[in-house]
């Protein structure tokens, strides 16, 4: 496995275009999109109840997608931005802010290159009801 050079322009390039098949697939809701870009072990984490932590396989997360309304099918205005991406050899982490009504959703993906290609292992994400 050749793993990604650090400064690679094209790595930046492949990040990006992982993330903007995340805000598609988040905006359509379209888990069977989610699932080209998470790798099958990856987890999906965020704050429960308290001071609880919620922890959910990636399966059993994009059951939970295809159960959802889209923002698209509810007339909801896309505001995806990329705060920042932070790339170690074969390792990055991608923040990520997007509007999924009625919250807006911070994402810290984390993601390794792997089998030749960038894809999440884990997602972790706090969410704030819009004003």
């Given at each position: 496995?050749?793993?990604?050079?650090?400064?690679?322009p094209k790595?930046?390039?492949?990040?990006?275009?992982?993330?903007?098949?995340?805000?598609?697939?988040?905006?359509?809701?379209?888990?069977?999109?989610?699932?080209?870009?998470?790798?099958?072990?990856?987890?999906?984490?965020?704050?429960?109840?308290?001071?609880?932590v919620v922890?959910?396989?990636?399966?059993?997360?994009?059951?939970?997608?295809?159960?959802?309304?889209?923002?698209?099918?509810?007339?909801?205005?896309?505001?995806?931005?990329?705060?920042?991406?932070?790339?170690?050899?074969?390792?990055?982490?991608?923040?990520?802010?997007?509007?999924?009504?009625?919250?807006?959703?911070?994402?810290?993906?984390?993601?390794?290159?792997?089998?030749?290609?960038?894809?999440?292992?884990?997602?972790?994400?706090?969410?704030?009801?819009?004003?």
């Amino acid at each position: 496995m050749m793993s990604p050079n650090k400064s690679s322009p094209k790595c930046i390039d492949e990040l990006i275009a992982l993330a903007k098949t995340y805000f598609d697939a988040a905006y359509a809701m379209d888990a069977e999109s989610f699932a080209t870009i998470f790798d099958p072990a990856a987890l999906v984490t965020r704050r429960g109840e308290g001071d609880s932590v919620v922890v959910t396989p990636i399966a059993a997360w994009l059951d939970v997608v295809r159960s959802l309304t889209s923002p698209r099918d509810s007339g909801g205005a896309r505001a995806d931005q990329i705060l920042s991406i932070a790339m170690t050899r074969d390792m990055a982490l991608l923040k990520l802010r997007l509007r999924i009504p009625p919250r807006e959703v911070t994402d810290l993906l984390s993601c390794f290159y792997l089998n030749g290609r960038w894809q999440i292992v884990q997602k972790v994400f706090a969410a704030e009801t819009l004003a």
